[in-house]
T-cell receptor, first 110, second 113 residues
Framework: GESVGLHLPTLSVQEGDNSIINCAYS??????FIWYKQESGKGPQFIIDIRSNMDKRQGQRVTVLLNKTVKHLSLQIAATQPGDSAVYFCAAEGTYKYIFGTGTRLKVLA | NAGVTQTPKFQVLKTGQSMTLQCAQDMNHNSMYWYRQDPGMGLRLIYY???????DKGEVPNGYNVSRLNKREFSLRLESAAPSQTSVYFCASQPGQDTDTQYFGPGTRLTVL
């Protein structure tokens, strides 16, 4: 069946370093992808999205890269800050609107 | 502009009890969604409403019913709660019916004993 997986359940980075969070999806027909940030006890918060006709999209301190050949996307966070500590997960277009990954917990070390 | 709001924030039920989770959005979005989030699993779609007056089943609809009361409000009802329905429930809204960003509420943490 369809799936979206993240490569690491936890990622620890030093404050000020860049973070890279990866995601793999199974449905080659997926045309739309979203990255969300979820802080403890809160709802998912939209970070950035990308459509399949793009390879890269940049936002404020974040960049999403999409490799359709290997069905992989990544989220890069520049100059990681303590406020970036959260669970990050991706979503890919699927049968039931979107298929969501389980998330990578980003820990920012002072 | 409050975005997506959900009530209640927390709820404890006994097996067999019923309850309704409320969701409202003030962004004039057409589509609304109910998800559940369980440990070790991604969000799973329960029901959705592509527009006012329509509702459709998602991936895990059994044991739930929904009502799209108007464009703003989309409620989720558990008629006879079961321990397997212990979860965190999120409501989301989306501007249109096609692929687009979904905006989530703060969630309702439900425990069924």
């Amino acid at each position: 069946g369809e799936s979206v997986g993240l490569h690491l359940p936890t990622l620890s980075v030093q404050e000020g370093d860049n973070s890279i969070i990866n995601c793999a999806y199974s449905n080659s027909a997926s045309d739309y992808f979203i990255w969300y940030k979820q802080e403890s006890g809160k709802g998912p918060q939209f970070i950035i999205d990308i459509r399949s006709n793009m390879d890269k999209r940049q936002g404020q301190r974040v960049t999403v890269l999409l490799n359709k050949t290997v069905k992989h996307l990544s989220l890069q966070i520049a100059a990681t800050q303590p406020g970036d500590s959260a669970v990050y997960f991706c979503a890919a277009e699927g049968t039931y609107k979107y298929i969501f990954g389980t998330g990578t917990r980003l820990k920012v070390l002072a | 502009n409050a975005g997506v709001t959900q009530t209640p924030k927390f709820q404890v039920l006994k097996t067999g009890q019923s309850m309704t989770l409320q969701c409202a959005q003030d962004m004039n979005h057409n589509s609304m969604y109910w998800y559940r989030q369980d440990p070790g699993m991604g969000l799973r779609l329960i029901y959705y409403s592509a527009s006012e007056g329509t509702t459709d089943k998602g991936e895990v609809p059994n044991g739930y019913n929904v009502s799209r009361l108007n464009k703003r409000e989309f409620s989720l009802r558990l008629e006879s709660a079961a321990p397997s329905q212990t979860s965190v429930y999120f409501c989301a809204s989306q501007p249109g019916q096609d692929t687009d960003t979904q905006y989530f509420g703060p969630g309702t943490r439900l425990t069924v004993l």
